[in-house]
């Protein structure tokens, strides 16, 4: 009797210890796939990118018109920061902790999300960032990488695209530059041919992102129209 009732008590002990693992297991998971998944957050941090560019505009507007004056808040809201002193301060937005310089939409994969200054390890795990080149919407070479979660965020579809589909980056003038798509293939980690190529004077980018085993590097050139 002493040992039945023991079993059922181990029995029960392991059941509850189970539940508890694939509920901490779970919520775990779930943390993971909040953290690296931009979803809504991402978009509607481009979206306010581009809604106080258009702020920015307007009030330089009203500026050459002689109807504002400036006033810099001695707070800055949560997603802006201002940088320099005085008269020459200026407003820069960022998302979770670092600086947004653009913002990048794919229209083919579905993709609109912030571009951050520096394609640090930190940084791409919240959006894509810039790796190397001459900037956003100038002239040159400009390295846009973001990582491939396999789950449709970031660079995670780019093996989607093709030759002639559309990228659009607006940078932090509010200028939006069209891009097309003319080459994509997959290199070694080590191939960095790509980084300093030769653009003959005309306005490119190139994404870098992972393979979905994460052991080649896919690559994507798009010119500006």
């Known amino acids: 009797m002493f040992e039945s009732k023991y079993g059922k008590f181990i029995t029960a002990l392991l059941i509850l210890l189970i539940i508890l693992i694939?509920?901490?297991?779970?919520?775990?998971?779930?943390?993971?796939?909040?953290?690296?998944?931009?979803?809504?957050?991402?978009?509607?941090?481009?979206?306010?990118?581009?809604?106080?560019?258009?702020?920015?505009?307007?009030e330089e507007d009203n500026e050459q018109n002689g109807n504002y004056i400036d006033v810099v808040p001695d707070i800055a809201p949560?997603?802006?920061?201002?940088?320099?002193?005085?008269?020459?301060?200026?407003?820069?937005?960022?998302?979770?902790?670092?600086?947004?310089?653009?913002?990048?939409?794919?229209?083919?994969?579905?993709?609109?999300?912030?571009?951050?200054?520096?394609?640090?390890?930190?940084?791409?795990e919240v959006a894509v960032g810039i790796y190397a080149g001459s900037g956003l919407n100038k002239v040159g070479n400009t390295v846009i990488a973001g990582h491939n979660y396999r789950n449709g965020t970031f660079f995670s579809d780019n093996k989607k695209l093709l030759n002639g589909d559309k990228i659009y980056i607006t940078?932090?003038?509010?200028?939006?530059?069209?891009?097309?798509?003319?080459?994509?293939?997959?290199?070694?980690?080590?191939?960095?041919?790509?980084?300093n190529r030769d653009t003959k004077g005309k306005r490119e980018i190139s994404l870098t992102t992972c393979t979905d085993d994460t052991k080649s590097r896919i690559i994507v050139w798009a010119s500006a129209d």
Do not use: W
């Open 22 to 58: 694939i509920g901490v297991l779970g919520y775990l998971g779930y943390r993971v796939i909040k953290t690296l998944q931009p979803g809504d957050e991402g978009r509607q941090a481009a979206e306010r990118f581009e809604n106080q560019l258009n702020q920015n505009s307007k």
């Open 78 to 124: 949560e997603n802006e920061e201002y940088v320099g002193s005085g008269d020459a301060q200026t407003k820069t937005q960022t998302y979770k902790g670092f600086v947004m310089v653009g913002i990048i939409e794919i229209p083919k994969t579905n993709l609109k999300c912030p571009i951050l200054e520096r394609a640090s390890s930190d940084a791409i």
């Open 171 to 195: 940078d932090t003038s509010g200028k939006k530059v069209t891009y097309t798509i003319y080459n994509i293939y997959t290199t070694t980690p080590e191939d960095l041919e790509y980084v």
